[in-house]
């Protein structure tokens, strides 16, 4: 089947015909393909020498890549599927306050008022939300990835527009043990 889009008049010496594309363009091809997300939140580090010891808030943007070998239709998946992986994850954190377990203080204010907060197994670095995302992506959602042939998972996670943290990981076939797979469980909602 062939399919006619008209002279090429700009560079006739181009044929205008579309055929179907040939195998080498579409199935088996080694891909990267990546969504962005965004969300506001607050954190604070009580650790940390500087002005990040204080509650302060940032908009977050992250970028999860999925690197892996496109199907016969030339993708490797679906961006809604993406999307509805990882998006549990940014609503909760969306309008949140990001509480290390250990900040009893925060944690406490937290709860007192009720304002919408988190409570992370880790501190809220750039560094450690993105190892979460790529580790809740690569082990908890470890059967849908392999199902699209996706081997790798990168997320990268910036606090402001000049700095970001990125972690990689590959993608293995599921461990059934419980205490392997990161959940949203750990992750635990208050507010």
């Given at each position: 089947m062939q399919v006619k889009i008209g002279p090429n008049e700009e560079h006739p010496s181009v044929p205008c015909d579309i055929s179907p594309l040939p195998t080498r363009y579409t199935h088996n091809r080694h891909m990267k393909i990546a969504k962005h997300f965004r969300w506001e939140a607050a954190h604070r580090l009580p650790w940390h020498k500087?002005?990040?010891?204080n509650l302060h808030g940032h908009s977050y943007h992250m970028t999860v890549e999925?690197?892996?070998d496109s199907d016969e239709w030339g993708i490797v998946m679906d961006f809604k599927v993406l999307k509805h992986l990882v998006a549990p994850l940014v609503d909760r954190w969306d309008h949140a306050m990001l509480i290390?377990?250990?900040?009893?203080?925060?944690?406490?204010?937290a709860?007192?008022?009720?304002?919408?907060?988190?409570l992370l197994p880790f501190d809220s670095t750039?560094?450690?939300?993105?190892?979460?995302?790529?580790?809740?992506?690569?082990?908890?959602?470890?059967?849908?990835?392999?199902?699209?042939?996706v081997h790798t998972v990168r997320v990268r996670i910036s606090e402001t527009e000049s700095c970001y943290a990125e972690a990689e990981l590959p993608v293995k076939a599921p461990d059934t043990?419980?205490?392997?797979r990161h959940t949203l469980a750990e992750v635990t909602p208050g507010g």
């Open positions: 500087g002005l990040c010891r999925l690197e892996g290390a377990e250990s900040d009893e203080i925060l944690h406490r204010v709860e007192q008022t009720g304002w919408k907060h988190n750039a560094e450690n939300l993105s190892t979460f995302v790529a580790e809740y992506l690569a082990e908890t959602h470890a059967e849908t990835l392999l199902t699209h042939r043990s419980a205490s392997s």
